[in-house]
């Protein structure tokens, strides 16, 4: 036995040494849950392009802060028309991409009228509906002439979807990212890491960390693991279901933060019996949003009683209006001929809030009465069948973009919901940009929406972030599904 | 002092016993015969003196070899003599040899195991024993595989093994019994050859009395672990004091009576076989071409006639099975006609086979391998009669089962039973009766005794002779054993390479054979008669 | 590579005697007959009702209340893991139908016939084993959607080339065999003679390679349903059992252990049982893998 | 040997064809629409449309089919829908992972397996070989998911030894890749070995039965070297038959080793390809898996030849 011993006291040490020493560090190791299939934000809508490059590859006119704002980015200042119809924007000077080429005017005009062309493949296209014409005044000043005013505007060009590009690298951005970031693209191994670096040519504040790797870790079970033998040092969107282990951990932070996402069961307005009012609203009684909370975000993240965030200003808390009532849900049930219940299916995509609340969901409609199938689904499926076809009763997602509450009102949208009221709201809040016009309009928008039971209304996605307690600089909130690791470093 | 000593051993292996208080001694160049019928624990006594037993066997008394006592002897010592001073050949030639290794370094490993001897040398010494057994190096060379050899070849092979290092001792456990007659007496000659020639001792074991009595000095005949007689060979089978010594000499020499076939030779051909031939493709040796095809059967023409027996003798591989299932429509001929009771059968196809199936039947050689052991004996003898036009009742069925079995010999409520209850003479009754229950008439017997012991092989040759008389059936034996044609037949028919060169009264050819095959066969068939006497003649 | 059989000499009685002698299958077979029970049981009676989800008393350790512990949903892992058995074992023992009630046909047709038809069955054969079957499992729940049926169609699939195989390289052992020529001159087709005289005297090797096939099963079964795409909510299964609980498994490991002992235990019990019956009926058949 | 080797390739690629059209239209059924997904929820119905052209998506079944076919041949799979790049420069890297973790795992499972069916055979019926086995139906028994995640909370978490998951790539140094390979090989390999071991096991006490054991031992071998020189080699066709499945197994069958460890491997490629409806890359992935399967089994058949001279010479 004791040659045994020595043989593993050998290993040990060899190994260890090979684990990275602790010496002040300006490098990092974040882990991100899904792979982006490429590396252009102006020509895809999965979010974990956002994740990698936004504010750290590539900028906008403007960009999006931690708590939401509107902040100056490429665009040092701008002025708006009286009519709120035309947006001067003064330049940044001195600014070079990665490539080394100048940045410019010219640039913004080449961006903003390719994303806004009749062949652009860019996901947010409707963000560029309203502009009219791009004109370059001299090479730091640029000029944008609007259809009609739009009080969101500024906000839009703060997207990933309308980061400027240069119109040399537009095409290869895919592949190699050229961007005016404070880091520069370096390497890509597919289904394992995207590492970037800091950039040597950045215009402003230079980031502190040297370098930084996004390393793909697809299933929640690895998480743990990884956190805790130190391969990764910071997951900014953790899995809640996996909290459990490490919050009591003193080498890591946890830090709760609010995002965009209005997580709901969606449901097929148009498809009997959700046709009746007295059906929706005996759901929306039957739902537990505490326990669904519980049970499938860990106690994190707040109920919502219409599609607006908590963490965005212009909420209004309507969770009073169905509170959890058994009794009143069947009565309702009853009174719309089904009091013995019905059967429907509920289809859930891959995320982690559906598969774990859809169990939890239709448990509790079980207990009215209806009787629920699961029926587990890939995106692309659920795009297909749910999203285009309209093919379902009750599905379960989170809608992570900021300022949504408009999709209600769109023609053809997946819920076949149709309210002429509620859609003159809409109109009329796009026209405004008055805040006070704006903030009564959304009121109105929000109880419209309790009131008809359009969905059932559950929780706001909690962004649960956790890194490594000596790590400082990284948001806490998540306005728009973003990494800035610009402000990020080590503290000792 | 003798070499080989064994007094009162006893063996068991877990807890059935194999052998009692058992006696034998070997002198340097004697033959001593251990005979005795399956059961009897030969092989096992072999085995014992090898030590090569199972794990649970427990052997008890003495056995002591050239001064050795083997059974206190530890597992080096033992792996020290065996190959070198005791070698041992078996029956089985065509599994005794490795398949994967050349029998060049399969001869040579011995030697060098033993004699330290350096690859060359061993290998030269290889080449010469094989020689000496009859392969020379220029036809076998050592890089020749086992799959690549005959029976017959591959026996010299095992033989040159056991012989390599010139063993005091050598135990032969039944070394001819998977060969045919010829090839018999040839190895029998090799053994006698070597013995004589490094005046090694020969424990030689068989069932075979006659085989026995040609080669071994004295006897030793053993019945179920009990040594019944032994002594001098001659005088022991001539005197037979021992009753189950005089029951055994008798059985191998038994005719069973044959009245004259009842309405033999009369009117037209059972069955008219016409000139039919029968190739096989040749081994594909490269993608354009392949050899020659085999032709096994070459241009045979023969008639039976109702009620009569005729015998089909000749070497394994002459051709005379596949004959058998040709004329059985088990297998197509090449060219050539067979006409059963007027009707051609060949290229018909099964159904209208059916008719012609009725009325021949077919017994097999091996009883174990003839019968379906998940079936009851009932529809195992009932399987023929699917063949009738009428499907019969089930009532009928079993009326018909129970007198088939009473024609051979057996109890009505044996059909209720597995074949795994009957014994291998037992079974071959089963085999008949399931022949004769259609009443065919032609039953074709491919080598329906030579897997039985002598004792009972008597009894079963005067079933089909009882047969032949009561119910008229005509019979076409297959066997290479040329009394058991002598025997039971009236005209024998001799083939050879896939001829028939001999036709004619059994008696007549036997006595004065003219083919060249013919007389080969006749003058190695081992014959106890002859034997003994020739043994008489040398004593004086 | 033809199979050597001997088939045995003894009656139905001396086999149970050495049965009962022959620890693998008394173990085996005890053990999987505790499952049976317990998955039979289920229907009847569990603890609690695994659809109902009590979120207060989520991820408790093992307690007189609840044996096994509780799960992240608060049910009783006890009467999960006795539901889930039926599951499991419903969808392997279906599979392996699925498995023999094709191959064995297709395996004994083939040896029957030799000749072009024989290497045609075994090139398609060799094609369905050429698929990775844990990948076209997930092709074919990707297409016909998750769920039991689709897991036991996908499963069943690939147990299909494994029985005609072992169907064929038995029969081919059979065939030379002197009965069979004596039924052929009794008149009797080939295929009265495949099903009155080859299946028979293959049967016990089939049996040995369903047990094989069944323990195979349950872990096929396993995989598929910690990918979630085995039997959906609320029908509880063993693979998703696991999935959920590793994310959990420094904080409630009895998660993990007793999903993961449950199909331990069955698979080990299936494949004693297996090597049992081998080694009873058919001392001298070698097993094919 | 050479008619032996070209039947068994003529045969080949008879298979390979008709795997080609079975997976091509095994995937034409596959509901969900690759270019819906690439643009995401915003994206209007004729954004999709005209994606879908530029993609090709569009064109008749036959073309498709004749111009992937066509491909293959010349190694040009086509471009991934999801990641637009050629599959087989994917295909490449997920290799480097894949490969030299089936290798590994088949080299631990053969080292660990044949000695102890060695061991168990020659004491067949003793205490050694009830445990050897027993330990054998265990290792069958445990689902390898199960295990892995014991490893890692073992030899990562607790000892860190080495790391928990994910893969720096060889050109991070070769020392570190296989650390990061050794975890998912081991829980891999001991299912294969457990298997391989039993029929290591009763391929060789078949052999011990046969005629030509005994003759060895006449000849004076002791037991061992009758165990060495005679019967291993001859057992060796049933163990090579299991290698060639397992690596077939290893190349493809780890989806769950590579999710829970995270690793890039070809599995992994293929599952998410699944997922996101990448239909070339899938097709293209699953035949090339499909090929080396029928590879190994040529090389298995070839290696049976070599190992059994009867089969040399056979027709």
Redesign the interface.
């Known amino acids: 036995m004791k040659l045994w011993k020595t043989i593993l006291a050998a290993t040990v040490l060899a190994l260890a040494t090979g684990t990275s020493a602790f010496a002040a560090r300006t490098d990092l190791v974040i882990g991100i849950p899904l792979e982006p299939p490429h590396l252009d934000p102006t020509a895809g809508a999965a979010a974990a392009i956002d994740e990698v490059l936004y504010a750290n590859v590539f900028e906008g006119l403007t960009r999006i802060g931690p708590k939401g704002e509107v902040l100056p980015d490429l665009a040092e200042s701008w002025t708006i028309s009286d009519d709120g119809k035309t947006y001067t924007f003064k330049l940044h000077t001195g600014v070079k991409f990665h490539d080394g080429t100048d940045f410019d005017a010219n640039d913004v005009k080449f961006s903003l009228d390719r994303a806004r062309a009749d062949n652009s493949v860019n996901a947010q296209k409707g963000l560029f509906a309203a502009i009219d014409k791009v004109d370059v005044i001299d090479p730091a000043t640029v000029k944008v002439t609007l259809k009609n005013p739009q009080g969101s505007f500024l906000y839009n060009m703060g997207w990933g979807d309308a980061v400027i590009v240069a119109p040399e690298t537009a095409d290869t951005n895919k592949e190699k990212p050229i961007g005016t970031g404070p880091f520069k693209f370096q390497s890509w191994a597919k289904g394992s890491s995207i590492t970037l670096v800091k950039s040597d040519n950045y215009w402003g504040t230079p980031a502190s960390l040297d370098k930084a790797e996004f390393r793909i870790v697809p299933d929640a079970a690895a998480y743990v693991p990884a956190l805790l033998s130190g391969d990764i040092q910071a997951f900014p969107f953790f899995d809640p279901d996996s909290l459990a282990q490490v919050k009591d951990d003193p080498r890591f932070k946890v830090v709760i933060g609010s995002t965009e996402g209005e997580t709901i069961l969606s449901i097929n307005n148009k498809k009997p019996p959700f046709d009746k009012l007295q059906v929706r609203q005996a759901i929306s009684y039957a739902l537990d949003r505490k326990a669904i909370i519980d049970g499938a975000s860990a106690g994190l993240g707040l109920p919502i009683g219409s599609h607006m965030s908590p963490a965005n200003k212009d909420y209004f808390d309507l969770t009073g209006r169905y509170p959890h009532d058994v009794a009143k849900a069947k009565e309702l049930l009853k009174e719309a001929g089904l009091e013995n219940g019905f059967k429907a299916t509920l289809k859930l995509p891959p995320p982690g809030y559906a598969r774990l609340g859809g169990e939890i969901i239709a448990s509790e409609l079980r207990d009215i009465g209806i009787d629920l199938e699961i029926i587990p689904v890939e995106w692309a499926q659920w795009l297909d069948q749910v999203f285009t076809k309209k093919d379902y009763d009750l599905t379960i997602v989170s809608h992570t973009e900021p300022n949504d509450i408009d999709i209600y009102s769109r023609k053809d949208y997946y819920f076949n919901y149709d309210n002429p009221t509620f859609d003159k709201v809409i109109a009329d809040l796009n026209l405004t940009s008055d805040e006070a016009k704006r903030n009564e309009l959304l009121g109105q928008a929000q109880k419209i929406l309790a009131d008809d039971a359009v969905v059932g209304f559950l929780y706001e996605l909690p962004k649960v972030g956790i890194w490594d307690a000596k790590l400082q600089g990284l948001w806490e909130n998540a306005p728009i599904q973003a990494n800035d690791l610009t402000k990020v470093k080590w503290s000792d | 002092m003798s070499l080989l000593e064994i007094d009162n051993l006893s063996l068991t292996i877990g807890d059935t016993p194999i052998l009692k208080d058992m006696e034998l001694s070997v002198a340097p160049s004697e033959v001593m015969g251990l005979v005795g019928e399956s059961g009897s624990g030969k092989s096992m006594t072999a085995l014992t003196v090898?030590r090569?037993l199972p794990?649970a066997a427990r052997a008890t008394g003495r056995i002591s070899f050239d001064g050795i006592d083997i059974l206190a002897a530890t597992?080096?010592q033992m792996?020290?003599?065996?190959?070198?001073d005791i070698?041992?050949v078996?029956q089985?030639p065509m599994?005794?040899?490795?398949?994967?290794?050349t029998i060049g370094e399969?001869v040579a490993?011995?030697i060098r195991?033993?004699t330290k001897a350096s690859r060359a040398e061993a290998e030269d010494r290889a080449r010469k024993m094989l020689d000496r057994v009859g392969l020379p190096s220029a036809k076998f060379p050592l890089s020749r595989?086992p799959?690549?050899l005959s029976g017959g070849q591959r026996q010299r092979v095992?033989i040159a093994?056991?012989c390599a290092l010139k063993p005091k001792l050598l135990i032969a456990d039944e070394p001819t019994t998977a060969l045919d007659v010829v090839l018999q007496a040839q190895i029998l000659d090799l053994l006698r050859d070597l013995v004589a020639e490094s005046r090694m001792g020969l424990l030689l074991i068989s069932h075979d009395l006659a085989v026995v009595t040609e080669m071994a000095d004295r006897i030793t005949i053993l019945r179920r672990g009990e040594v019944m007689e032994a002594g001098d060979t001659a005088r022991t089978l001539s005197e037979q004091s021992h009753p189950y010594t005089r029951q055994l000499a008798q059985a191998s020499m038994h005719v069973p009576a044959r009245a004259r076939p009842h309405g033999a030779g009369s009117g037209q051909a059972l069955l008219q076989v016409e000139s039919v031939t029968r190739d096989y493709p040749g081994?594909?040796t490269?993608?354009l071409w392949?050899a020659p095809d085999i032709r096994a059967v070459d241009d045979v023409s023969l008639s039976i006639a109702p009620g009569r027996s005729i015998a089909l003798v000749g070497r394994s591989g002459c051709g005379k099975s596949t004959l058998a299932r040709m004329i059985?429509a088990?297998d197509r001929p090449t060219s050539g006609t067979i006409r059963f009771r007027g009707e051609t059968i060949t290229g018909k196809s099964?159904a209208e086979?059916?008719p012609a199936?009725r009325d021949m039947?077919?017994v097999?050689?091996?009883p174990y391998?003839?019968?379906?052991?998940?079936?009851r004996v009932e529809k195992?003898v009932a399987?023929?009669l699917?063949?009738l036009e009428k499907k019969p009742t089930r009532a009928e069925r079993r009326e018909m089962v129970a007198h088939a079995l009473h024609e051979v010999g057996l109890d009505q409520r044996d059909m209720d039973k597995?074949p795994?209850?009957f014994s291998g003479g037992q079974r071959q009754r089963l085999s008949i009766a399931?022949a004769i229950i259609t009443r065919p008439k032609l039953v074709v017997a491919d080598e329906p005794v030579s897997a039985l012991d002598v004792s009972i092989r008597a009894q079963i040759l005067d079933l089909f002779a009882e047969l032949n008389q009561k119910l008229g059936i005509a019979y076409l034996f297959i066997t290479h054993d040329l009394t058991v044609a002598r025997a039971i037949t009236d005209e024998v028919l001799v083939m050879h390479d896939g001829m028939i060169v001999e036709r004619g009264k059994t008696n007549e050819v036997f006595d004065h054979p003219r083919s060249e095959a013919a007389q080969a066969l006749v003058t190695a068939a081992p014959d106890l008669h002859r034997a003994i006497a020739r043994r008489m003649q040398e004593q004086g | 590579m033809t199979l050597h059989i001997d088939i045995p000499e003894e009656t139905l009685s001396d086999i149970l005697a050495k049965a009962f002698r022959n620890s693998a299958f008394v173990a085996g077979f005890v053990i999987t007959l505790l499952i049976l029970a317990m998955a039979i049981a289920s229907y009847a009676w569990t603890p609690y009702d695994v659809t109902r989800l009590v979120i207060s008393d989520k991820t408790q350790a093992p307690s007189l209340a609840h044996w096994f512990g509780t799960d992240h949903f608060g049910r009783d892992i006890l009467s999960m893991v006795m539901v889930g058995a039926r599951n499991s074992i419903a969808v392997a023992l279906v599979a392996v139908g699925i498995g023999m009630g094709v191959g064995v046909p297709v395996g004994a047709f083939a040896a029957a016939r030799g000749g072009l038809v024989d290497e045609a069955l075994m090139r398609v054969n060799d094609l369905v084993f050429a698929f990775p079957a844990l990948l076209s499992a997930i092709m074919i729940t990707a297409i016909f959607g998750p769920g039991a049926v689709n897991a036991i169609i996908a499963i069943g699939i690939f147990n299909i080339p494994v029985f005609a195989r072992v169907a064929r390289a038995g029969a081919l052992a059979i065939w030379p065999r002197e009965f069979i020529l004596a039924a052929r001159a009794a008149g009797k087709s080939s295929t009265q003679i495949t099903v009155e005289h080859v299946l028979p005297n293959i049967a016990t090797l089939l049996l040995v390679q369903g047990t094989i096939q069944f323990a195979l099963g349950i872990l096929a079964e396993a995989g598929l349903s910690y990918l979630g795409l085995g039997a959906q909510p609320p029908m509880p299964s063993w693979g998703r059992m696991l999935f959920d609980a590793q994310t959990r498994m420094v904080v409630a490991p009895w998660m993990a252990i007793f999903p993961g002992m449950a199909i331990v235990v069955t698979v080990l019990g299936l494949n004693l049982l297996g090597d049992g019956i081998a080694d009873i009926l058919d001392p001298k058949s070698r097993r094919q893998r | 040997m050479t008619t032996y080797l070209l039947k068994r390739l003529a045969i080949a690629l008879a298979t390979l064809v008709l795997a080609s059209m079975v997976v091509f239209a095994v995937l034409e059924v596959l509901p969900g629409d690759p270019a819906r997904l690439m643009l995401g929820m915003n994206a209007s119905a004729d954004q999709v449309e005209l994606l879908r052209n530029q993609m090709g998506l569009n064109a008749p079944l036959v073309l498709r089919y004749l111009r992937w076919v066509g491909g293959l041949f010349s190694l040009d799979f086509g471009r991934s829908y999801t990641y637009s790049v050629p599959v087989i420069d994917l295909v490449r890297e997920r290799l480097a992972v894949s490969l030299p973790l089936a290798l590994i795992a088949l080299a631990l499972s053969t080292i660990i397996a044949i000695p102890v069916g060695l061991f168990s055979a020659s004491r067949r019926g003793r205490a050694g070989d009830t445990v050897a086995m027993g330990a054998a139906q265990l290792g069958v028994a445990v689902p390898n998911f199960w295990f892995a995640l014991m490893l890692i909370y073992v030899f990562a978490v607790w000892l860190r030894l080495v790391p928990a998951g994910g893969f720096p790539g060889w050109g991070a140094g070769v020392w570190p890749a296989l650390k990061s390979l050794l975890l998912p090989a081991v829980a891999l390999a001991l299912p294969q070995a457990a298997i391989l071991a039993r029929v290591t096991r009763s391929a060789l006490i078949e052999v011990l039965n046969e005629d030509y054991i005994r003759t060895a031992r006449a000849k004076g071998l002791p037991y061992r070297a009758v165990l060495w020189r005679h019967a291993l080699r001859n057992a060796m066709i049933p163990v090579l038959t299991i290698l060639g499945l397992q690596f077939a197994f290893l190349l493809a069958g780890t989806i769950i080793i590579e999710n829970v460890f995270y690793l890039p491997g070809l599995g992994r490629l293929v599952f998410q390809a699944i997922t996101q409806r990448d239909l070339i890359v899938v097709e293209s992935v699953v035949m090339l898996l499909v090929a080396a399967v029928i590879a190994v089994n040529l090389i298995v058949d070839l290696s049976y030849a070599v190992v059994d001279p009867r089969l040399r010479s056979r027709q």
């Open positions: 090898m090569l794990h597992e080096d792996c020290a003599l065996r190959g070198d070698g041992m078996f089985e599994t005794a040899l490795n398949p994967v290794k399969q490993e011995g195991w033993h595989y799959h690549e095992v093994i056991a081994r594909r490269s993608l392949r059985l088990l099964e086979l059916k199936r039947q077919v097999f050689q091996d391998g003839s019968f379906d052991p998940r079936q195992l399987e023929p699917h063949l597995y795994h209850e399931r």
